[in-house]
């Protein structure tokens, strides 16, 4: 492609942002989480309890089924909750680490063919790009369908991946911005966002103590955001820097 080709393919990769890189609300993440399977168990507690009584069954009888329905009601609204839930972050992280490769190769694409990096520059940049590629994908479907049929076991993985593969992904593009900073002395920085954390011991700890789920719900979700906030402040600043 020409030089111009690239140009729009860049322009292209920067409006694909408001899609990929995806802003949640953590309170409002923690909140389905929590509150809406036990809304859905009180819901269906209450409507059993109803029901009972008015066909004439006891009340123990009566509170007894309520107690069956209600515990199954809400694991399984717990499940459908989280479904949803990680069905989002793991798409949001499959696109945004997409885009990223695909920005970077542009971007380094253009600053070689107009001779503004060297080569040695361009492969260096090359080869962190193929090492966020190696992060690999997560596929959404096949571990929404695991994380049901193992009751929510498998989602404790794909959250130790997601925290995990974001905080390396970081990583490897604040070295792509060092690079480019390095070679073209300029002040282009990429700032690390996410905090270096014992991604292991953080399930553990919710293995062990259900009670903190929201705050691993909390981490999968605040982490990535200032992750796409710091990335769009660089994508303008370096295209300010370097194209304006």
């Known amino acids: 492609m020409s030089t111009d080709e690239w140009?729009?393919?860049?322009?292209?990769a920067l409006k694909r942002a408001e899609d990929t890189d995806m802003i949640l609300n953590p309170a409002l993440g923690i909140g389905v989480v929590v509150l809406g399977p036990l809304a859905s168990a009180s819901v269906s507690v209450i409507?059993?309890?109803c029901v009972a009584t008015a066909s004439g069954a006891s009340v123990v009888s009566a509170g007894g089924t309520a107690l069956t329905v209600g515990t199954v009601v809400l694991f399984a609204a717990f499940l459908a909750v989280n479904a949803a839930l990680f069905y989002i972050l793991i798409r949001r992280r499959n696109k945004h680490f997409e885009r990223s490769s695909e920005l970077f190769r542009i971007v380094s694409e253009i600053l070689y063919r107009t001779e503004c990096i060297s080569k040695s520059c361009y492969l260096a940049i090359f080869r962190k790009v193929k090492d966020i590629e190696e992060l690999g994908h997560l596929d959404?479907?096949?571990?929404?369908?695991?994380?049901?049929i193992t009751f929510g076991v498998a989602?404790?993985?794909v959250a130790y991946r997601l925290m995990r593969?974001?905080?390396?992904?970081?990583?490897?593009?604040?070295?792509?911005?060092?690079?480019?900073a390095d070679e073209l002395d300029m002040c282009?920085?990429?700032?690390?966002?996410?905090?270096?954390?014992?991604?292991?011991?953080?399930?553990l700890i919710v293995v062990f103590f259900p009670i903190l789920y929201?705050?691993?719900?909390?981490?999968?979700?605040k982490d990535p955001n200032n992750h796409f906030l710091e990335?769009?402040?660089?994508?303008?600043t370096l295209v300010e820097k370097l194209f304006s």
């Open 140 to 148: 959404e479907v096949l571990w929404i369908f695991l994380g049901t």
């Open 214 to 221: 929201p705050y691993l719900v909390y981490i999968l979700i």
């Open 47 to 49: 409507a059993t309890v």
């Open 231 to 236: 990335h769009r402040r660089f994508e303008r």
């Open 155 to 157: 989602y404790l993985y």
């Open 165 to 180: 593969d974001f905080y390396l992904h970081e990583a490897r593009e604040s070295a792509i911005a060092s690079l480019l």
């Open 188 to 203: 282009i920085s990429f700032f690390r966002k996410i905090p270096y954390r014992n991604f292991g011991i953080h399930i």
């Open 7 to 12: 140009l729009r393919e860049l322009e292209r």
